[in-house]
């Protein structure tokens, strides 16, 4: 001990050491005696109370404690005051320590409990039902769809999206000069390759496939090199359908999609075929409905014509069916193909055809 220190008193340090702890302890008070009944700490507190208190312990009880000092100096103070100093320190001693060992058992106690409290799972809460997920409105569109095309009697084939030349073009007798092969309209890949611009490249696996006969619809994505407006999109849906078998002629056609309409659209509805071009159908025709809304007589939809154009039809180009390997002089056939997604557009009046693509749920959820 340094010289100026052992000439204090030493009663008066071991009651100094005394009340150092009294004063760090009070805090803890509420952990002893009466007052802990009333206590009650959350996980949190209760365990930043155990490491505080257990600073205060190493504090006052450690080795470089001032208690720790006093007990050192008993041996130097004078024979005849040294039974009762050495009394004295020891009474301090076990007094700070019962109170600290009390406050640290009701602290153990409280943290205990709280972990129990906060572990322990009540099996009588009812449950979080998860979101129920539903369907996108393009998927809504292309089921209904599918579903009047099965019991018409057509399968469903599901395509590739990317495609090599000979199904995107050659195969649908599309020549090499056409604008559709240039790549300012098609994504091309590697060399040859392309992501297909219209579900007809499945008329060609489909028949390559079943031969002919053949009766079957193609819904997927098609891309086109399409800057994004509220009528565009560079993906956008489709669905091709083709018919083969002995005799078919263009009032099947006409017939057909005359039906498919008046399923989905309603039994008044009128188709109207407009003369048209597509290099893999001749003769080629485009295809309108009377308009669902006003029925005719011209609305908003309908842009006052009292018509919705929709989509492209033919009888399949013999050079169509030779490609795929269906004689053209047993068989013929017809195709047609539309945008499912404007439909869509159109059946839910969107002013924008991107809302289908963004995958905002505030837009989605309209459709549950
Ligand atoms: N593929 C055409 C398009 O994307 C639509 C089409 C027209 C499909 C005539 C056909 C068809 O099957 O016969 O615009």
Request: with cysteine.
């Amino acid at each position: 001990m340094a010289e100026g220190q052992s000439q204090e008193d030493p009663k008066l340090q071991v009651e100094a050491a005394g009340k150092a702890f009294e004063q760090e302890f009070e805090r803890f008070v509420r952990f002893t005696g009466d007052a802990v009944a009333e206590t009650s700490l959350s996980l949190r507190e209760g365990e930043s109370e155990q490491r505080a208190l257990a600073e205060v312990r190493t504090r006052h009880f450690g080795k470089k404690s001032a208690l720790a000092a006093c007990k050192k100096a008993i041996g130097r103070v004078s024979p005849d005051e040294r039974a009762a100093f050495g009394q004295l320190v020891q009474q301090i001693e076990s007094n700070l320590s019962q109170k600290i060992e009390q406050a640290e058992q009701t602290l153990n106690r409280l943290v205990e409990s709280a972990r129990t409290q906060r572990e322990s799972i009540d099996v009588t809460i009812p449950g979080r039902h998860p979101r129920r997920g539903h369907l996108h409105p393009i998927t809504l569109v292309r089921e209904r769809i599918e579903d009047i095309f099965v019991t018409l009697g057509y399968a469903i084939e599901d395509g590739r999206e990317i495609e090599t030349d000979f199904y995107n073009f050659d195969a649908l007798n599309i020549p090499q000069s056409h604008p559709a092969r240039a790549p300012q309209d098609t994504f091309y890949t590697t060399d040859g390759f392309a992501l297909r611009s219209q579900t007809s490249t499945v008329q060609i696996h489909a028949m390559q496939r079943r031969g002919a006969p053949v009766r079957m619809i193609a819904p997927g994505r098609v891309f086109r090199r399409d800057t994004p407006d509220p009528t565009h999109n560079p993906m956008f849906f489709q669905v091709e359908g083709l018919c083969v078998d002995r005799g078919i002629s263009m009032a099947h056609l006409k017939g057909t999609v005359a039906e498919f309409l008046r399923r989905m659209f309603g039994p008044n509805t009128v188709t109207r075929f407009r003369p048209s071009y597509f290099p893999f159908t001749e003769p080629s025709a485009e295809f309108d409905f009377s308009c669902f809304k006003c029925g005719g007589s011209g609305c908003r939809i309908c842009k006052n014509s009292g018509w919705i154009e929709l989509g492209g039809s033919g009888m399949v180009h013999p050079n169509v069916l030779l490609a795929a390997g269906v004689d053209p002089n047993e068989f013929s056939g017809f195709a047609f193909g539309f945008g499912i997604d404007r439909m869509c557009g159109l059946m839910y009046s969107l002013d924008d055809i991107r809302l289908l693509f963004e995958n905002d749920l505030r837009f989605l959820e309209q459709f549950e």
